[in-house]
């Protein structure tokens, strides 16, 4: 190798060791991973492990990031400082002595106030990763050698004390001083007794008296109790928390519909939540399902999703399926989430699993699926009604497209459809003479949309149309025969009808529940007071009264389905205004076609429904004309 390769070979392990470096775990990511490994080789819990890892870093006088260090090379078996040493460290943590010996405890000794502090502050570090509530404590000694008080030292983060208050306030003051109602209590002697010989101790479940306004008169707890370094670590739970917690994690079972377990692979322990031998319709007193047994009722349909999802299981992945089962004759769709806690080469230590029941959903999303089929079939069917219905009106009412005349009038018809096809409704007019030389003016709204409301609307217009040839014209005995027509067919309609004698200009109307017309003269518009009419088809025997309007040449008569004026979000006089507004324009105006400027100007008020507009213009010298005539000029 040349003197370049060689600078260059060096300045490769160089950058090598700089890119190792860097993806060191910070201290406390590197302590809590010893910790947890440590825990799954030898079947404790985590905080067990950190208690372990504090204490052989008290012992030794080195730091606890060291000490995971070590620990962490032997597990993975990659060489580390002091391997001989470590060897027998590591050979005593996975081989822990029994509970009914003791291992030696030494007296506290008085470390140096800088290694004190180095040491509380990586407990504090170790702590801060640990879950629960934990406190390490170190020992006030009197001058008679004696405990006389505990220096809190460092806490869990967010652990409330024993009052259900932040205790992270009290670090670094005495036990004596931030927790007065501790002393002489179950967990004060057994802090004295673990430093004493060594020994972890549980202690409870004692009564906790707070003397404080803000503490709880009496709380129930259970702590634990090990040493560690020059102190002790102490956890505790209160009771009451633990039954809300638990009662709230039942009832968020149950109202999910979901259930978890777990499976330790070290010590084969498999636990299963109430909700999940539910679920699987399980005795609990079986014990949890083997898996052998929980994967035989998959149906067989499903095997290639739980077969892909082990899989992926193995590669590491987090599994997320739904599949379906048979359980107790009857199907059932559950959805399975696992994840696992893996060491170092990936292989799985510990299984965690949520199932849920999620039948109901299932159940409703292929009844919404059929449900949207069968919609959209009903649509089909809409449309071809719909087109239909446009059909028929196209035939039985069509619409003249230029205003034409009868006896003294000038007559203009508007229809405007709604936007939407399937809103074809029941909107018609009539505008014609008759035979005792009256024109008869009628506007009308069926209720309902498509193929029915446009049968109705026909049967009324033609029913109209026959009765002023052979019965009458007066308004109010007409509306009286359409009431009885939809009365027996069930149908509801609102109509009102006009007779215009051209002799003396005056007009005779009655309405049926429908908008009274709009009668503009000189420039002003006024609605003409409704007399009494009721719904037609409303009632059998419905009363209609008249009333009289004069008109004057150049008086304009405006009759409108409600399309025109009403809309949810405006109020009838909102409709209004722009239509008078208008009216009053067109009438003060030199226009050579009024009507049909007029026409041209209205809008609808509501997209969703189809209007009608029948307006007529007095104008005596007016001949009778063919309503299919085109008119040039209205004027």
């Not at 079939?377 to 809409?382: A, C």
């Not at 009324?460 to 308004?475: E, N, S």
């Amino acid at each position: 190798m040349s003197v370049g390769q060689h600078h260059e070979y060096r300045q490769r392990l160089a950058a090598l060791d700089e890119t190792v470096a860097r993806a060191q775990l910070d201290p406390a990511a590197q302590v809590n991973r010893a910790a947890g490994l440590l825990a799954g080789r030898v079947g404790c819990q985590v905080d067990e492990a950190h208690t372990y890892l504090l204490n052989r870093a008290a012992q030794q006088g080195r730091p606890v990031v060291a000490v995971a260090g070590d620990l962490l090379a032997a597990l993975q078996g990659r060489p580390g400082s002091g391997s001989s040493a470590l060897d027998a460290e590591v050979d005593q943590a996975l081989r822990p002595q029994g509970r009914g010996s003791a291992p030696e405890r030494r007296a506290p000794a008085h470390a140096p106030s800088r290694v004190v502090d180095d040491w509380n502050s990586l407990v504090q570090q170790v702590l801060d990763a640990m879950p629960g509530n934990h406190m390490a404590l170190s020992p006030v000694v009197g001058d008679n050698s004696e405990i006389t008080d505990w220096t809190i030292v460092a806490v869990s983060q967010d652990t409330p004390d024993f009052s259900g208050h932040d205790v992270a306030r009290a670090v670094g003051r005495r036990i004596t001083q931030a927790y007065p109602a501790t002393v002489d209590t179950p967990v004060w002697h057994a802090w004295r007794d673990v430093l004493a010989d060594g020994r972890a101790r549980e202690v409870g479940p004692f009564s906790y008296v707070g003397t404080s306004d803000r503490s709880p008169a009496n709380v129930l707890m259970t702590a634990w109790v090990s040493p560690v370094g020059p102190g002790v670590l102490s956890r505790w739970v209160r009771h009451d928390e633990q039954t809300r917690q638990a009662e709230r994690i039942a009832q968020t079972e149950r109202l999910g519909q979901l259930g978890w377990g777990e499976a330790d692979l070290v010590t084969g322990q498999i636990v299963w939540s109430d909700e999940l031998y539910r679920i699987y319709e399980r005795d609990p007193a079986l014990g949890p399902m083997p898996s052998e047994e929980q994967n035989a009722l998959t149906l067989p349909e499903d095997e290639p999703i739980r077969r892909q999802a082990a899989e992926g299981f193995g590669r590491g992945d987090t599994v997320d399926i739904t599949t379906r089962i048979r359980v107790g004759g009857r199907i059932k769709h559950v959805r399975t989430v696992v994840d696992a806690v893996r060491d170092v080469q990936g292989r799985p230590v510990k299984v965690y699993g949520i199932v849920q029941d999620v039948t109901a959903q299932q159940t409703t999303r292929a009844a919404l699926a059929e449900a949207e089929q069968l919609l959209q079939q009903h649509q089909h069917s809409l449309a071809a009604e719909h087109e239909l219905a446009a059909q028929l009106r196209q035939i039985v009412l069509p619409v003249p497209a230029e205003p034409f005349d009868l006896p003294g009038l000038r007559v203009a018809v508007r229809y405007l459809p709604a936007e939407e096809a399937s809103r074809v409704g029941g909107d018609w007019f009539h505008a014609a003479s008759a035979d005792d030389g009256s024109v008869v003016l009628a506007v009308g709204d069926v209720a309902g949309h498509g193929m029915h409301a446009a049968t109705m609307m026909a049967q009324l217009r033609h029913m109209l149309a026959g009765l002023t040839v052979t019965t009458t014209t007066d308004p109010a005995q007409l509306l009286w025969h359409l009431n009885r027509l939809l009365y027996s067919s069930a149908t509801t309609a609102t109509a009102a009808v006009a007779r215009f004698d051209p002799p003396t200009g005056s007009v005779t109307w009655a309405q049926a529940g429908h908008p009274a017309p709009l009668h503009t003269r000189a420039g002003t518009t006024t609605e003409l007071a409704r007399p009494r009419g009721q719904l037609l088809g409303a009632v059998r025997e419905a009363h209609y009264d008249t009333a009289t309007v004069s008109l004057t040449p150049a008086d304009l008569l405006l009759f409108y389905t409600d399309g025109l004026i009403e809309h949810r979000r405006h109020t009838l006089a909102e409709g209004l205004a722009p239509v008078i507004a208008t009216l009053n324009d067109i009438a003060i105006s030199s226009s050579r076609q009024p009507l049909a400027d007029l026409l041209a100007r209205l809008r609808r008020a509501n997209p969703d429904d189809d209007t009608c507009i029948l307006a007529v213009r007095h104008h005596p010298s007016a001949p009778t004309q063919s309503p299919d005539s085109p008119e040039g000029n209205d004027a």
